[in-house]
């Protein structure tokens, strides 16, 4: 559906964008992530044909961006950075004017409607886009976007500036979209990529850093091997008596917590070492009671972390 | 391309610059008419016509300034440029849009020439040798004026600019006599748009002077396109 190969893009001496490649296939949710300046809107310019890369290729349904413009584009809706729109028209006129530019061939005033009662902007209809709050500004865009029913969905983050319930509304309609339409979506929100794509691109100072599902992502940087166990007894006993479970690494003592009396340890088995159940038996059987036990899933901001802050671009993903 | 002329041409009337743009041309042209050919009781609109060429060569930057520096500036150029519309057809639909508002605006003349043939019969030939001239002079103009507004991301800017380039070409004749080498003094009178058009204020319409203009737009319509193209690059 979508594929990118090799991009590069070159502004001055500094690469914004570096050899970059990826396919998104047909209905595929891809989240795009990266902090700010990492490359994610100049990466969806060049998709959408707004920018030239310096080098490499976009092909979109097998329409190359540069040869085909026009052909290509059409299978696009694009909601860039800041909502495109005409301050001094009315959400109406607005939205047939993008439906004209698109040279939509559906039954207009049905496909626009149907449109606004997706994003719910029905009520705004015929108000000037001049005197729209933010959240609804935001909401015409992605309903420019949707225009003319493209097949390829480019979201520039799609839920700044709106408040947590539209938010979650916007989510929901981008999960729902993406069943019809391949949708790729900027964030440096990590939740929001979690909660929504199906797979997930890291990039970072223009470079390819990770691509995967976000579960594998962190399954694959996780230590599900650690633990931190909170137990209430000796402290050095409980130390004594971790450290002698068979396959166990290391033992650290976090030290007192609560009101006292309650230790926290940091436990390290083997790879791939399961030792849950056998710190359970022991120290139920020096009736130390466990208070809580949680192995050390990393979350995707852990990943994101660290994946953008060591430069090692085989972080552990793909 | 009409979808693009038509929204910017409304967009002219849903800001005030259409309006005001259009009132002063025709408060402008209306007391020339009357103060070059009713108070003269002539049926010679010659006067008239030299005098709209200083007055559309100040007004035309208004006229453009906006046309595609306002674009970029509320970032609405990334809605036309990834919309499935040629460089060429949008470009056009702009450049249209602000035609079809200064020939809303040298329309009135041919009213006054109504008026004035109810007086006394009037030469129709001279009279659309000098709307044509001003039509053509229009398009050179403005052509260069939407090449400045693509230059900027600055309404203010363009229209100085504008307004800068107007007075450059107004000042060409006065330097091309000041100039001494002779290829340099034909080079620059060459290139002067009120030679060009004072010839069809007389009356006379060649075919060369009409050309010129035609140009002059497509040149800028070019160099517009480029600009475009260019940023993409860049």
Redesign the interface.
Known sequence: MIEVKNLVKQ?GKKRAVDDVTFTVNKGEILGFLGPNGAGKSTTM?II?????ATSGTVTINGHEILDD???A??S?G?L?E?P??????TVK?YLD??Y????AKLPRNQHIQEICELVKITDVYNRLIKNLSKGYRQRVGIA?ALIGNPEVLILDEPTVGLDPKQIIEIRNLIKELGKKHTVILSSHILSEVQAVCERVIVINNGKLVADDTPDNLSKDMSTDHTLTVRVEGPEDEIYKLLTKIPNMVSVQALGEKENGGVYDFSVEAKKGEDIRREVFKRLAARNWPILSMRTNQLTLEDIFLQLTSEDKSNGGAK | ML??MR?EF??YF??PIGFIYLAVFYILSGFFFFSTTLIYDTADMSYLFSNLYSIIMFLIPILTMRLLSEEKK?????????????LFSLIMGKYLSALLVFSTGVAVTILYAIVLASFTPIEWAVFFGHLVGLFLLGMALIAIGMFLSALTESQVIAAVLGFAVMLLLMMIDPLAQYVNTPILSDFLSGLSFNTRYSSFTLGVFDFSNALFFISVAAVFIFFTIRVFEKR???
């Open positions: 502004y310019n959408t044909g707004y920018l030239s413009p026009v052909n584009k059409k696009i694009y860039p800041l495109p729109l005409y301050l001094d028209m006129d004017f993008v004209d530019l698109n040279k420019q | 979808t693009i929204r409304n967009s849903s800001s509320q970032k609405t150029d990334q809605l036309l440029i990834t919309s499935p519309v040629s993409r690059w860049s």
